[in-house]
């Protein structure tokens, strides 16, 4: 920002001078009274050609200037023009080519001929805006021809300047009078105000654009932490505040350092700018600043031999051959820079052949940049030398010395960049004016409908057509400017190739374009590409490295966002790309993958009929059910021995059907759970053990009955629970866990439930038991029933043997009931499928323990002990008892 008041002071201090120096801008002339002309303090280095409509040129022939001191008490000397710049006085000439091109066609401006007035600003805001001025307002010599200063202006438009601190200068004060002005070289994205310079374009894309350029390259190579050189004017500062603008909102990458280069190149400010480059971190270095800053900074860093780092160029000097020396190609090699856009231009190369200085240009200084150039190019010197040339063996200059005999990069046009684009420039003008003539009386764009006329031209009219000029150029380019004055832009990408005999090769690797259907485009070709590294390829400059999918960046606190952590995703949580903000949570049925990179379905949990513990569970009821039907063939074969009658074989057949049911309803607690499974298990376990309880307690409560009617007077109460009643108390006892499961599945039915609470990365297919309450009834019934028929068979223990069943019952009624006692704890206690495992181990054990008490002592007496299987052992034990 300071640099930028800078130019505004220079400016003012400039203007107060000029007029003080001057009575009156315009004076009177002594011969020509009612006239004006410019009295200039300044006598600059300018070419000029006459013309119906003239165009003017700011160029950059020297790049410094030395001033005298300024004592104000006396007139100051003039201030002379150091270091000639051959490329800049050919910039000069591509001008004054189009200029000579266009009035040759015949196509373009008919009976109209262009002259030009082309002025050196020898790379001091001074001289330059005192050019611009000599340009809107006449030469010095030349009056107006008018009185009042009325008529065709000197100049309609203004090619310039190349700097964008000049621009800003000369627009300010020039476009208070919509003086066009079309510069080639400035590319301060300030000058796209419209409102502060509503007559300046540019046919050189912006630095806004170039920004977002070199931003596409970082990401493109994947560049994320970078340094930022610029220089101390409006160039360098408007660059730093859009690139870290645009940094920012692009989410490419951090600024390591940004550091100002100073213009009076401080030894001590690059020695310390230069160590900060030797140990950052980063690898990628963006310059944007002009020639003689690198110059300065490449010393500092060949004297600290700070290699390694690939550098970035900006416009300004990504074409600089002084900086392509072998000297420091080892530290620049395999730079890479946006480049105007390279153009050829057909014939300037024999029109430079034929610039020669003319006989009268001695004491001319109207077109004394020629002669300036011959004197640099051939080392000579025309009449009348310096003092003491000659004795210093210096050469006079003949004017007739051949330029295809010199070694000069004045004629090497193959590589035409800045050139293309005042090619450009003069093209725009030249066409704007071609359809600002071309109007049709009547139907023009002015107040009242009218045209301009080549006799009333004004600048303000010219601006006009300038905004909506549109043409195309010999190579192909389109030349049309937006709303802010800015041509479609278009850059080269450049790579500066180390060959291995130590010469220096530029050479186009991609460019980057913005087009009105397309947008902003970015095309590299990599291979073409020569890295100054080992490994021949793109060096990684990042704060820290890329996290890997299943990972997140964690910013690390009071650093660059390009600072960071990578922390691994928790569990459930995934991240699938690289440098991942945040992680994701998986889908309710999905689990992060061990790497955290992709989610897996959860694994389905259930009680199987494939593993170990469904298939131990399926063969135990299995073989429960076979040992049950077994034992029925036994009683039913047997069935009319003593044993068989003895003990009421028709709750026993019953018993034993009820008891193949508890086997068999223990296989609906295995397999996937499914409505109608879920629905069926615990009613068919309900029932089927009611079922098996209350025969146990019919049982019971018959040989209590029986032993009651052994007894005096006691055969009214057999009679009273007969056959009937037996099978009638049954059903009843039954009946009432039936009604208790059918109104626990009508209120609230057990169903299938998906359970991802007991792991996070399994879902427990299980039966959700709908209601609590329903499912405590039922076992709460169960275990009634239960307690009652152990309770009266631990009465009836001791009857005797010959009636009593009593002590099977009271033992089968203890293991029942230790069974369901143990089962409730664990139950509770057992996540998923195991909850089903102890539920369908509880069921096998009860009828297990069921079976064996009240059956192994029968059977075993049936099949291997036939001989107490008859009436009289059976009364014979009870007589001996008696």
Avoid at 278 to 299: G, Q
Avoid at 818 to 835: L, R, T
Wanted: proline share 5%; charged share 15%; net charge neutral.
């Amino acid at each position: 920002m300071a640099a930028f008041f800078d130019t505004y002071f220079l400016l003012c201090v400039y203007l107060i001078l000029f007029f003080l120096s001057s009575p009156s801008l315009y004076s009177a002339s002594s011969s020509f009274p009612s006239s004006c002309k410019l009295r200039r303090k300044f006598h600059l280095n300018e070419m000029h050609k006459p013309g119906d409509v003239v165009l003017g040129g700011m160029f950059e022939v020297h790049y410094t200037s030395v001033f005298p001191e300024w004592t104000f008490t006396s007139e100051p000397q003039q201030p002379s023009c150091k270091g000639f710049d051959t490329l800049g006085f050919r910039h000069a000439m591509t001008m004054a080519f189009a200029i000579d091109e266009i009035n040759k066609n015949s196509n373009l401006l008919p009976n109209v001929t262009l002259g030009y007035s082309l002025y050196d600003n020898c790379g001091a805001l001074v001289i330059g805006f005192s050019g611009a001025l000599s340009l809107a307002s006449g030469q010095e010599e030349q009056f107006l021809l008018q009185e009042n200063c009325l008529g065709t202006p000197p100049v309609l438009g203004i090619v310039g300047d190349s700097s964008s601190t000049f621009s800003i200068a000369t627009s300010n004060v020039l476009g208070l009078y919509k003086m066009p002005i079309v510069s080639y070289f400035s590319t301060c994205s300030c000058l796209s105000d419209r409102q502060r310079f509503p007559s300046f374009f540019r046919t050189i894309p912006s630095d806004a654009f170039q920004v977002r350029a070199m931003i596409q390259i970082l990401k493109h190579f994947g560049w994320t932490w970078v340094g930022l050189l610029v220089s101390d004017d409006d160039y360098g500062l408007h660059v730093a505040r859009s690139f870290q603008s645009d940094l920012a909102q692009s989410g490419g990458g951090c600024l390591a350092y940004l550091e100002v280069l100073p213009w009076d190149s401080d030894p001590s400010e690059l020695n310390r700018i230069v160590h900060l480059m030797k140990t950052s971190t980063a690898r990628v270095v963006m310059v944007f600043a002009h020639e003689f800053h690198m110059i300065h900074l490449m010393e500092e860093v060949v004297r600290q031999n700070v290699t390694g780092q690939q550098w970035i160029a900006s416009e300004a000097w990504t074409a600089a051959a002084v900086l392509q020396t072998p000297r420091l190609m080892p530290y620049l090699g395999g730079t890479l820079g946006i480049a105007i856009r390279r153009g050829e231009i057909p014939g300037l190369r024999e029109f430079l052949l034929q610039i020669h200085p003319g006989q009268n240009d001695n004491n001319n200084h109207g077109n004394n940049m020629v002669r300036q150039f011959w004197e640099y190019t051939f080392q000579c010197r025309f009449v009348p030398p310096p003092a003491g040339w000659m004795e210093a063996g210096g050469a006079l200059c003949t004017g007739q010395e051949d330029l295809e005999n010199v070694e000069t990069e004045f004629l090497d046009v193959s590589n035409l960049r800045p050139e293309y684009n005042i090619y450009k420039a003069v093209y725009a003008l030249a066409y704007a004016l071609d359809d600002m003539l071309q109007c049709e009386p009547r139907r023009g764009p002015f107040s009242g409908n009218s045209c301009a006329t080549l006799q009333t031209l004004e600048p303000l009219q010219l601006v006009h057509y300038l905004q909506t000029v549109n043409f195309t150029t010999p190579f192909g380019d389109q030349v049309s400017f937006d709303e802010n004055g800015d041509a479609l832009p278009i850059y080269d990408i450049i790579n500066w190739l180390w060959l291995p005999d130590g010469r220096t090769k530029v050479q186009n690797v991609g460019e980057v374009k913005r087009s009105d259907f397309k947008g902003e485009e970015l095309t590299i070709y990599e291979k073409k590409i020569f890295w100054n590294f080992e490994s021949n390829k793109p060096p990684r400059s990042q704060c820290s490295e890329s996290c890997p999918p299943g990972t997140r960046m964690a910013r690390k606190k009071g650093e660059p966002k390009c600072c960071f952590d990578c922390i691994a995703c928790s569990e459930g949580k995934i991240s699938n790309k690289t440098d991942s903000m945040e992680c994701t949570s998986c889908p309710e049925d999905f689990w992060s993958s061990p790497q955290r990179d992709h989610c897996l379905p959860k694994k389905t949990e259930f009680l199987s009929y494939h593993e170990p513990l469904g298939i131990c569970l399926t063969t135990a009821s299995l073989l429960g059910t076979f040992i049950c039907a077994v034992v029925l063939g036994i009683f039913i074969y047997h069935r009319s021995t003593p044993m068989v009658r003895a003990n009421n074989s028709e709750l026993s057949f019953l018993l034993l059907v009820s008891l193949k049911l508890c086997f068999l309803c223990s296989l609906l607690f295995i397999g996937r759970p499914r409505l109608w499974t879920c629905q069926l298990r615990h009613a068919a376990f309900g029932i089927s053990f009611v079922l098996c309880v209350s025969c146990i307690l019919v049982k019971t409560m018959v040989v209590l009955a029986v032993f009651k009617a052994s007894k005096p007077g006691g055969g009214g109460s057999l009679k009273c629970f007969g056959a009937g009643q037996q099978r009638g108390t049954v059903l009843g006892l039954t009946s009432i866990q039936a009604a208790i499961c059918t109104v626990w599945i009508i209120s609230s039915s057990p169903v299938p439930h998906k359970n991802s609470q007991y792991y996070n990365d399994k879902i427990v297919y299980e039966c959700v038991v709908g209601s609590t309450v329903g499912f405590a009834v039922l076992l709460g019934y169960i275990g009634l029933l239960a307690i009652l028929s152990f309770l009266l068979a631990f009465l009836a223990r001791n009857l005797p043997d010959n009636f009593n069943e009593a002590k099977l019952i009271t033992f089968s009624m203890l293991i029942f009931c230790a069974v369901w006692v143990a089962f409730v704890p664990a139950y509770v206690n057992s996540p998923g499928k195991y909850a089903d495992a102890v539920e369908a181990f509880a069921i096998l054990a009860s009828s297990f323990g069921l079976l064996v008490a009240l059956f192994g002592p029968k059977c075993y007496i049936i099949l291997l002990r036939p001989e107490r299987n008859t009436k009289k052992a059976i009364m014979g034990r009870a007589t001996s008892k008696s």
